[in-house]
């Protein structure tokens, strides 16, 4: 079944399908978080996105990517989710981003990429981008399964150090609170600073 979902930010509007079927009913990509409304509030809200080159970690149905691409049209992102076909997933997020929210194309790169894993489509762009600064890694709600912190740390580190980016903005909900990422990003030896999410907790649906 599909479905469609439609979302406002600084009055734009956002069209979001989702494929919903029995085999993907519980995928997490399939579904709208609420930590993916609040992060793209957060990125609604703040100028420095205009013109920064982006990475989104675990893009799901690509709301945070959305926002920033239409809101700021100078600011490129680089799209990432792990995937078994991967045609078939660039051919839906060119869908989402280009066809549907008519995104410009030259703002938009879809990147797979298995946390934790450099394997050949990653270090490939890796390299024939050598030279490219990222401005920030933005990812909503990617920590949900604790096997995966270690991992999804790694790849972090990867691109900070490969790309000279130090900045992960992250919204995630709290499952579990014996989960605590302070050990693993001390292993990593990463800083982080807590944000109140309040004023960026809104109805975006319409």
């Known amino acids: 079944m599909n ?13 979001v399908p989702q494929l919903i079927d029995d085999e993907t009913a519980e995928h997490h990509t399939s579904h709208i978080w609420p930590a993916s409304i609040t992060l793209s ?23 945070p990517s959305l926002v ?4 700021h049209p100078n600011c490129h992102a680089v799209v990432t989710d792990r995937q078994s076909d991967v045609d078939v997933w660039r051919e839906r997020m060119r869908s ?3 066809d549907i929210n008519k995104i410009q194309e030259s703002s938009v790169t879809f990147l797979p990429l298995t946390w934790g894993s450099f394997d ?4 490939k762009w890796s390299r024939e981008n050598s030279d490219l600064q990222l ?26 150090k490969r790309h000279k980016c130090s900045e992960l903005l992250t919204a995630y909900h ?23 999410a309040n004023p960026y907790i809104t109805q975006q649906i319409i």
Do not use: P
């Not at 479905?3 to 069209?15: D, G, I, P, S, Y």
């Open 3 to 15: 479905t469609t979902t439609k979302l406002v930010f600084a009055e734009n509007e956002l069209v």
């Open 41 to 63: 509030a957060y990125l609604q809200s703040v100028q420095q996105f205009y013109d920064q080159f982006n990475v989104k970690l675990g893009c799901g149905t690509g709301i």
């Open 68 to 71: 920033l691409t239409k809101l």
């Open 96 to 98: 989402i981003f280009i």
């Open 120 to 123: 050949y489509e990653l270090l």
């Open 135 to 160: 401005d920030s890694i933005i990812a909503a709600d990617i920590f949900y399964d604790s096997r995966d912190f270690d991992s999804i740390l790694a790849t972090v580190d990867f691109l900070f």
């Open 174 to 196: 709290e499952r579990d609170e014996r989960h605590n990422l302070q050990q693993l990003m001390n292993k990593w030896s990463f800083k982080g600073e807590l944000m109140d």
